[in-house]
């Protein structure tokens, strides 16, 4: 995911913050996805976890690259299989305070036509949700901890991180309710899934 500011809705007022993360957000407002119509269309990601609004910029072309690489082969293996879809950028409603956009999702025909809603946005967890790093702690810890908790309590069944400085993906599984951390793949090594039939990818493929 790309680089991302905090800010609480008394701070903002509706206009872009500077850097840095505002109060705790028990003390004040807690965003909601209808604040989210308010937000201007400038280019800017703007996503609510638990409460919080997140802003983010344009990323490295890089990470673009990823996704992109990422995208291509689900979309072209969801085309040979019809098992499901591929999304870049899919809008992921969970409730008023976590309406979040993952970098590429994977999802199954049947969740698809349940979750999908009019605007396009899916309410609900795909089967496979995937993003990829931007430098930064902050950056990092939003994918590795906040963003992985949020995935493991709304039921997706897997989690894929992507280092593309590093050439590494780290695979979270669903096991026993929670995603747990199953392998960390390198440039080497290939990519496949239970989730995912007869997929199977180079890592080395990923981060052309």
Known sequence: MTQAIVATPETTNNSIVTEGVISNPEEQLLWTSADLELMP?????????NGELYV???????????????????????KISGLGYAVIGAGLIFGDNDDVIPDVIW?????????????????????LVIEVLSTGTDNEKRDRE?????????????????????KQIQVYR??????????????????TSPLLPEFSCLISQIFE
């Open 107 to 127: 999802i199954s025909k049947e969740k698809y036509a349940a979750l999908i809603d009019d605007a396009g946005h899916f309410r609900g967890a795909p089967d």
């Open 146 to 166: 906040v963003k992985l908790k949020l995935y493991s309590s709304h039921g997706v069944l897997e989690y894929w991180i992507a280092d593309w400085r590093t």
């Open 41 to 49: 269309d400038n280019g800017n990601r703007y996503e609510i976890i």
């Open 174 to 191: 669903r096991e026993n309710g929670v995603l747990k951390l199953t392998m960390t793949l390198f440039a080497t090594d290939t990519l």
């Open 56 to 78: 983010t910029r344009a990323p490295h072309n890089k990470h673009q690259d990823t996704c992109g690489n990422f995208y291509y082969e689900l979309k072209t293996w969801s």
